[in-house]
């Protein structure tokens, strides 16, 4: 049998850490398993549920890479499948009309909790049989499924292990609401029914619905999928995860300069490990990932780890993987490209200094835009009159550069401190602060290789001029 994993959102807000985890895991199971993984929008919650929740699941999902190979599906497209069961079930006894008035129902429920008793709807309380007994013929109704009473429902989860629920402490579901629609639960197993859903990978907080939705399995004679919960993800400060931990949407991960795989291998480890491994490929975590293997204590959201981590993949992936991200972030700052080296050659300069893309692209800025003012302190430290000597005779020996190479320019650092009889400080970062600006940055020859000859030029002639100024005060 095909192994198929699913990832159905609410789209009722954003796609989450905990949600990028979820579909993660079922992505990677049903690669593992040479299965398949399809991306459900469980939208039965019509007055929630919006299109643009929609569009963000989608955008987080895409970002992140997780591709499914069935879907998009929408429950708000299959309600006729929904009422043709629902019907079946009826005309097999296995649901009623409940014709019970919401109202009754809090009364009984706030008389249950008064009495110390567990507050659940009970078909045989005589209130409720008298309001399904007495009804006019246009009284509405919800559709409950027939619970059975006796017996338990017992599952293997693969984090958690046998669980078993008495059915005794199951009341009638409601399966159609009475305005017509039906309802989560019960959507759930039908559409796992039809897509053939092997294995379901969620949230601990689904936990309860589950023999929920077994008995309505085992009611429609269908082959019921195996469970994993997955334990929550806290914050650092040991509460569940929220906004002021950055449970946010995934999508401000990018806007806040985190790379996709970044963000994939962090979440991997947020509930499952493989011995002491710390960073994984999507191929390794393929390969390695057992349902089996993710842990039943909740995990902790480590900003600073996941820091590490984007450091860790801008300094070792592939140049041209993180040019792909780092040019959303160039365009965000309005950087244009079309005059200045190639990203990945900047990318390998700068990247290691960096653990944020909106740090790299704010790194980047110099070798592509020019500027007319230096970094206030920076200047004022070292485009001194004293600097002018320097900055002069390496302007004489850039300008007589024919191989404009990253060996020539260290060589004519080099030698200007060899002619002036200064040390490199002296020489390298009036040269710095004249090239980038600013007071730090990567090796100052490697930097003029790649903001070009003519702009280097006259970059040290904007310092001279900065210097000029200062003597004439």
């Known amino acids: 049998m095909t192994v198929k994993t699913r990832f159905a959102p609410s789209p009722t807000g954003f796609l989450h850490v905990g949600g990028a985890r979820t579909a993660l895991y079922s992505r990677l199971y049903a690669k593992h398993t040479g299965g398949e993984f399809v991306l459900r ?14 569009d963000a699941i989608i955008e987080g999902m895409e970002w992140l890479g997780l591709d499914w190979d069935e879907g998009p599906y929408y429950q708000t497209k299959r309600f006729d499948r929904y009422n043709e069961v629902v019907d079946q079930l009826l005309a097999e006894d296995k649901a009623y009309k409940c014709y019970a008035p919401k109202e009754l129902l809090d009364e009984i429920r706030e008389e249950q909790m008064a009495m110390g008793v567990k507050p659940r709807y009970d078909a045989n309380h005589p209130r409720i049989i008298e309001a399904n007994s007495n009804v006019a013929e246009d009284a509405p109704f919800c559709i409950r499924f027939r619970n059975p009473k006796e017996g338990s429902v017992v599952f293997n989860d693969y984090v958690r292990g046998c669980i078993e629920f008495s059915n005794s402490e199951l009341d009638d579901l409601i399966i159609r609401r009475t305005d017509g629609s039906p309802t989560y639960n019960f959507c759930v197993v039908i559409d796992d029914i039809d897509m053939g859903i092997t294995q379901v990978v969620r949230g601990e907080d689904h936990i309860n619905n589950t023999p929920r939705q077994i008995n309505i399995y085992k009611a429609l004679g269908a082959n019921t999928p195996e469970f994993a919960h997955c334990s929550m993800i ?3 400060d040991g509460a569940k995860l929220s906004k002021r931990h950055g449970a946010v949407s995934v999508m401000q991960y990018r806007d806040e300069g985190y790379l996709p795989q970044a963000l994939l291998n962090y979440l991997v ?31 902790a959201f480590n900003t600073d780890k996941l820091l590490w981590l984007n450091n860790h993949y801008i300094k070792t992936a592939e140049p041209e993987y993180v040019a792909k991200y780092l040019q959303w972030h160039m365009n965000a700052k309005e950087i244009s490209l079309d005059n200045g080296p190639a990203l990945t050659e900047v990318i390998k300069l700068v990247g290691e200094r960096c653990n944020t893309l909106v740090e790299l692209a704010e790194q980047s800025r110099y070798f592509y835009l020019d500027f007319e003012e230096f970094e206030a302190g920076a200047a004022k430290k070292h485009l001194r009159p004293v600097a002018k000597e320097a900055l002069e005779l390496a302007k004489a020996k850039v300008e007589a550069v024919e191989e404009w190479s990253t060996e020539n320019l260290h060589t004519v650092i080099a030698d200007v401190c060899a002619e002036l009889e200064l040390g490199m400080g002296k020489v390298g970062m009036p040269l710095r602060v004249a090239i980038t600006g600013q007071g730090q940055s990567p090796s100052v020859d490697a930097v003029m290789q790649l903001v070009g000859k003519e702009r280097v030029i006259k970059r040290i002639e904007l310092a001279l001029d900065y210097i000029a100024k200062r003597e004439a005060q």
Do not use: V, Y
Not at 273 to 298: C, P, T
């Open 234 to 236: 806290l914050g650092d």
């Open 41 to 54: 929008i469980e939208d039965t919650d019509i007055e929630r549920s919006t299109q643009e929740a929609i």
């Open 269 to 299: 480890r947020l509930g499952w490990s493989h011995g002491d491994q710390e960073i994984f490929s999507m191929e390794e975590m393929i390969d390695l990932f057992r349902l089996e293997s993710i842990s039943k204590s909740a995990s």
